[in-house]
């Protein structure tokens, strides 16, 4: 994964690649991951980092959809299931069971939902996570001890899956450059290439870095851009109509007191019709989501009032002590590339499929779905790439593919469990100079080694990429990750050479963009 041998292989390739990625989140690596390890010669350009966009920013569920097997979307529902057994069957170290108890205020709710939950285990099959079960009042208590106890009368128990998006994400650009992709951060592709017959055969990027310009041809383009995907699609269709309606949601990040045990809260019905996740990660509590449809995606959206209001009111009506906002410790924001149906404005009902889509140019879109169905996502994306560029049929082989990392029980290793097999190297590190292992900041686990490893073998070329994507710092505690960020700007600078200017730019950047994840 070093990025200067990426650009190499990038512009030492004489002949066209059969496809050329554009955008580096779940979709875009998921599809640079499927077709290298069918045998096709891809490459995959990422504006920013790896990540940036919605693919770091989601409640962390690997999940089938508890809300869509009530809207009676079965196939979508089963669809998700398999593919959550498949991800926790290919990424042991990143994917994990967690009991979700829907706790009952209401006579009717525990047949009724215990009913519905049975319904999504049966679905999963050979897939399933572990059996529903109805909970007494004593017994949701004691797996939820911070519960609100008036008027509780018992609950709801069933299983999910539960990720590190980002981790898991990188983890897949390393299996996609294992399997020979191409795949590079901070390339961003300005335009589109046209061939006497009007198709698309390329794209125009800029290398961020250095500014430089380059074509890259291609048999065909595929526009993985998420949130992003129409204005790719303009630059070969100026007028092309908006495919895209995007809807984003926020989370807040509370310290581990708000829910202590290892259990998490989901609200099948808020106020608006919606569900809602009180979930433990990494040592913290996390709640959201909100559903607000918004006019144009940026990279760093910002949260509105009434959606940490709506979230804050949601948390106190079920925890008995109430979060306010000087308890978040972190606030983010993601945005849903939903493909648009009739009325934008109703975004919760908007499809939750994938859709792929052609423009007469022969750009290929594929956007919607969700983390848990990238690999689905990824299978159909590259058969209809394939079929359209007439490149010769190669049989999909990521149902088994084990994702860089493998390693079952990967959390006898702590914190450094989410690196899976790679948790030994960065012990090795820590052995080799004792000072890598001292942590970063005491508030969170991260240490030193970790920012090495981020620059050396993970492709990340910014104090961001380390605080927000590598490690979760930014997304945990924000305050806590600007008290992080001169010492591993510190650490960048001996390993990329840095100047002294550049690495003070690098603490004032990072500083600014964590005012972002706070609330004032
Ligand atoms: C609030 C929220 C919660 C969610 N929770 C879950 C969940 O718990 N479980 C689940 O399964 N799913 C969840 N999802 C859905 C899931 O996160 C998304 O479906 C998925 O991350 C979308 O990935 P993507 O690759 O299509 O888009 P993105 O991750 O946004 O990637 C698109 C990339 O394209 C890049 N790009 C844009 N333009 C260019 C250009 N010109 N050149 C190069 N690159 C470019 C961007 O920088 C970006 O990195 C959630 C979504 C949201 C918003």
Known sequence: MNRQEMFDRLLARRTPWDMVVVGGGATGVGIAVDAASRGYAVALLEQHDFGKGTSSRSTKLVHGGVRYLEQGNISLVMEALRERGILRQNA????????????????????????????????????????????????????????????????????????????????????????????LNYVQVVGLTKGGDGFVDGVVARDVESGRELQVPATIVINATGAFADGVRRLAEPTAAPLIAPSQGIHLVFDRSFLPGDSAIMVPHTRDGRVMFAIPWHGHTLVGTTDTPIDAPSLEPRPFEEEVAFILETAAQYLHKAPTRTDVLSVFVGIRPLVRSGDSKLTAALSRDHTIHIDASGLLTTAGGKWTTYRQMAEDTVNQAAELARLPEKPCVTKTLNIHGFLPHADRYGALGVYGSDALAIQDLMRADPALGEPLQAALPYTRAEVVWAVRVEAARTVEDVLARRCRALVLNAKAAVEMAPEVAALMARELQWSDERARQEVAAFAELAERYQLR
């Open 92 to 183: 042991p170290h990143l994917v994990s069971n967690l009991a979700f108890v829907v706790p009952n205020y209401d006579w009717w709710e525990a047949p009724f939902y215990g009913l519905g939950l049975k319904v999504y285990n049966v679905l999963a099959g050979k897939y399933g996570f572990g059996h529903s079960e109805i909970l007494s009042r004593e017994e949701t208590l004691q797996r939820l001890p911070t519960i609100k106890t008036e008027g509780l009368r018992g609950g709801v128990v069933y299983y999910d899956g539960q990720f590190d998006d980002s981790r898991l994400l990188i983890n897949l650009v390393q299996t996609g450059a294992e399997q020979g992709a191409v795949l």
